[in-house]
Nanobody, 134 residues
Framework: QARLVQSGGGSAQAGGSLRLTCEVT????????MAWFRQDQGKERQGVAA????????????VKGRFNISKYKEDFYARSLTLYLQLNDLKPEDTAMYFC???????????????????????RSRGTQVTVSS
């Protein structure tokens, strides 16, 4: 089974930057939609950014222009890659637990409303906290 190991995050002041990393190994298939979600206490998990096996990226409006999702060291033979989320111009409302998640049943994230369907992603990291102070 695939394994997602997340690192990064922490605390920052408003206007600052942080980076999240997700090491994905033992991928089930080379087709995928991978996304970053976040969840604040007492709220539902929300999609933030996604990238798929075709290289297409998408963002929710609240982070568009401030966050950047990318992938690196994609190795089809080793079935692994590194997923990044660069968080810039942070705001206090970005405070949440962040998770990387993977769906290996699709080739493109555009096949469904990924930002509203965290339960569709069969794999999830343990998450890391991002806290932004004003």
């Amino acid at each position: 089974q695939a394994r997602l190991v997340q690192s990064g995050g922490g605390s920052a002041q408003a206007g600052g930057s942080l980076r999240l990393t997700c090491e994905v190994t033992n991928m089930e298939y080379t087709a995928y939609c991978m996304a970053w979600f976040r969840q604040d206490q007492g709220k539902e998990r929300q999609g933030v950014a996604a990238i798929d096996s075709l290289g297409a990226t998408s963002y929710t409006d609240s982070v568009k222009g401030r966050f950047n999702i990318s992938k690196y060291k994609e190795d089809f033979y080793a079935r692994s890659l590194t997923l990044y989320l660069q968080l810039n111009d942070l705001k206090p409302e970005d405070t949440a637990m962040y998770f990387c998640q993977a769906d290996f049943r699709v080739q493109s994230c555009s096949e469904y409303n990924w930002w509203n369907l965290p339960q569709r992603f069969g794999y999830r990291s343990r998450g890391t906290q991002v806290t932004v102070s004003s």
